[in-house]
């Protein structure tokens, strides 16, 4: 085999250096820029400063609060993921047997990707509107008083929903070209030895759908955890109170409205080691059990 | 049109906008959306018309929260504007940050304005100024919360609006439910029934004198038994149907008493312009927030919430006086009432006061009189405000105990024990951030 490559040293490093600068100036500057003001108490205006060391961290160690936004953000983005993808591919495969209209069929099922966060949580607000929200009413019907911003479960239902909701597209466009790359012939000759259709999905389709649907899994985790920000914002109206709120969103509560720099410094520096954390254990230990093919 | 005719306009108009060259320009950031907006424009362009040496540009920053936050990156950056509007709850950060802005009141007698503190009605007057009685910022839309009601609802129940919240427990709700109406809702929990409730009670809000004497060592005294009682009593209400809670949400809450489910809601002397426009289906009035009489016998007033306008710091002297002077024409009693007329908040001048009882506007209107007598009733040692940093996270805070308190997640003790040591928490931090 030909092994392809570069003559010069300057080229590869003159090509790659738009990217590289782009990395630097909106990832590797801030990040920095967040652990140094981490270790300090600032007054926004930059006039005064402590340095307090690891406090800030330790604050929110000891803050009960915080882990309890902690564990929310873990519950949520476990359900969020789950069924955005499990409603998704169960979409795919009935929308791979479609054969009449199938193309209209799964346009309208690709339509929702179009819309933007913050709009599907405006979409939510009038569907779970306490007083006159289809959905809320759909709920009183089956005897839960559902209120969405006054009760903690209404909120974290309705932020389930409207995220999965909105996140069903991208998975079924995936899962569907995933579904459609599998040979023909594997599919036939599955069908000779297998006449369970369920049983034919679990042992043939699915695993060879796997590489797909870890690529899915890695997105809807981070979707969950950091894309939900505008859906959030919008259905608790930018007032948390006594609702249930994520990790990321906390950051911008703190940094943002309250403008307690340190504190919403060292809660960024703990997501991104988060996300570090994520990554490694998803390639090294996911990874290794899938077949590509 | 003629050819000459369009030749010789736009000689003019090259004229005036080379005339135009000659005014300072300053630019003013705020957070009045929709109708309020268009208000403040007015205010500009009228303040533009009325000189010719001054051209002040308002710009809409979205919230509060928001125009503070894209104030201070500006201000980082070195490209803040000249006037900057910051919420009541924000106050302790921008005062705070002693260089950030001017005060108000040395700008004014600087610049050749008159200023006499005591032109401003009582309830305004120190809202915004250091603990030595000098403003820094200042009032701009100020508000107050007051009591609204449905007329027709309390005549249906054959009773009167509550002078205190022992005649309502015992009068007023009772009638009330048995006339087929929930007795009441508020929109702001931290602001009514937390900030306002130790000014009306003159219960103290914090040490340091409320926190004004400095962020240093300053506590909240939040948690006492004259407000535990309230709040007791608000999950007691809300169990026997006197008095529903619809969340955090400020509209939620004001909702259910516009569809007339609500008989009584405590909302913003400044939403009493936003009722009267819609078209509600019943008569409504508005009066004082009820009090305990088991605290006091002696109520006493209000303070401001809304906002006020700072004078950002790093000018040149030329802008600076402009900025004088846009103050000195919104203080002036024409424009204070137009304000006060538009929008619903009050005038900050007794002299706009004077202006508008003149006028027989709180004869038309009797509502939109309530804000201010309230903020005029007699004062004491705890009802000029509060300053505490990290504020907005202190009312988030609240906000999340209350919610929990309301919805019967966690006990009334619980809740400001909570409260209690995280506000003290960030006010340390707070503290930090000042060194």
């Given amino acids: ?293 | 049109m003629t050819f000459w005719k369009i030749a010789a306009l736009n000689v003019a108009v090259i004229i005036s906008a080379s005339a135009a060259f000659a005014e300072t320009e300053i630019t003013l950031w705020h957070a009045m959306g929709g109708k309020l907006g268009e208000t403040v424009n007015k205010i500009a362009e009228d303040f533009n018309a009325s000189q010719d040496d001054y051209k002040i540009t308002p710009v809409f920053k979205g919230s509060y929260e928001e125009t503070l936050t894209a104030g201070i990156a500006a201000f980082r950056a070195g490209e803040q504007p000249n006037i900057m509007q910051v919420f009541d709850a924000g106050a302790a950060t921008v005062i705070g940050a002693k260089g950030a802005t001017i005060p108000v009141q040395d700008l004014l007698t600087d610049n050749g304005v008159n200023f006499d503190i005591n032109d401003y009605i009582s309830g305004v007057r120190y809202f915004y100024a250091d603990s030595d009685g000098k403003m820094i910022g200042m009032p701009f839309n100020s508000s107050s919360p007051i009591m609204y009601y449905n007329v027709d609802a309390l005549e249906k129940a054959g009773v009167t609006p509550p002078k205190t919240w022992e005649e309502f427990q015992s009068v007023t709700a009772p009638a009330l439910k048995e006339a087929g109406y929930i007795g009441m809702s508020q929109s702001h929990l931290p602001w009514i029934f937390t900030e306002n409730f130790m000014s009306r009670h003159n219960l103290p809000f914090a040490t340091n004198d409320n926190g004004y004497d400095g962020a240093e060592g300053t506590q909240i005294l939040v948690n006492n038994d004259a407000i535990k009682a309230h709040f007791t009593a608000l999950t007691e209400w809300k169990d026997s149907g006197f008095f529903e809670w619809y969340g955090t949400g400020w509209d939620d809450n004001q909702k259910p008493f516009e569809d007339g489910d609500v008989a009584i809601w405590l909302g913003s002397s400044g939403s009493f312009g936003g009722l009267m426009s819609k078209d509600l289906g019943f008569e409504f009035s508005a009066t004082y927030l009820p009090y305990w009489e088991a605290v006091t016998t002696e109520p006493k007033q209000t303070f401001i919430g809304g906002a006020s306008l700072f004078a950002m710091s790093g000018k040149s002297a030329e802008e600076n006086e402009a900025t004088a002077k846009f103050f000195e024409f919104l203080t002036s009693a024409d424009v204070q009432y137009f304000w006060h007329k538009e929008t619903g908040y009050v005038p900050i001048t007794e002299a706009a006061y004077e202006l508008a009882k003149e006028d027989g506007h709180y004869d038309r209107f009797p509502a939109a009189e309530v804000g201010i007598q309230q903020l005029s009733l007699p004062g004491g040692d705890n009802t000029k405000g509060y300053r505490m940093g990290f504020y907005v996270q202190i009312r988030d805070v609240m906000n999340r105990e209350y919610g929990r308190i309301l919805t019967g997640e966690t006990s009334v003790e619980d809740a400001f024990n909570n409260i209690e040591k995280e506000a003290n928490d960030l006010l340390a931090r707070f503290a930090k951030t000042q060194g």
């Fill in chain 1, 1 to 293: 085999m030909k092994r392809a490559g570069f003559t010069t040293v300057w080229l590869p490093i003159a090509l790659l250096l738009p990217q590289l600068m782009i990395i630097a100036i909106f990832f590797y500057w801030p990040a920095a820029w967040a652990v140094q003001s981490s270790f300090y108490l600032q007054d926004p205006f930059g006039f005064g400063s402590t340095f307090v060391g690891v406090e800030n961290y330790t604050d929110l160690m000891t803050n009960t609060e915080y882990g309890k936004v902690a564990r929310f953000t873990l519950i949520y983005t476990a359900l969020v993921t789950f069924f955005s993808l499990s409603i998704a591919l169960l979409l795919a495969v009935k929308a791979d047997k479609v054969i009449k209209g199938a193309k209209s069929y799964r346009t309208l099922l690709m339509w929702v990707y179009a819309i933007a966060p913050p709009v599907a949580g405006f979409l939510g607000l009038m569907f779970f509107d306490q007083r006159n929200g289809p959905m809320t009413e759909m709920f009183q019907t089956l005897g839960w008083d559902f209120r969405l911003g006054a009760d903690y479960n209404s909120t974290a239902t309705a932020m389930v929903i409207v995220a999965v909701w909105k996140q069903i597209p991208v998975n079924f466009i995936f899962f569907l070209s995933g579904l459609q790359s599998i040979p023909k012939s594997v599919r036939e000759a599955a069908l000779i030895d297998n006449r369970s259709a369920s049983g034919r999905f679990w042992d043939v389709t699915f695993p060879l759908l796997a590489p797909t649907a870890f690529f899915l899994l890695i997105i809807n985790i981070t979707y969950a955890l950091f894309d939900t920000f505008g859906i959030i914002d919008t259905l608790v109206r930018s007032e948390p109170g006594n609702n249930p709120v994520t990790l990321v969103y906390k950051v911008f509560v703190d940094g943002f409205r309250g403008n307690d720099l340190g504190g919403s410094s060292a809660q960024s520096v703990i997501l991104m080691v988060l996300v570090l954390l994520l990554t490694v254990f998803q390639f090294r230990l996911i990874e290794r059990r899938i077949h590509y093919t």
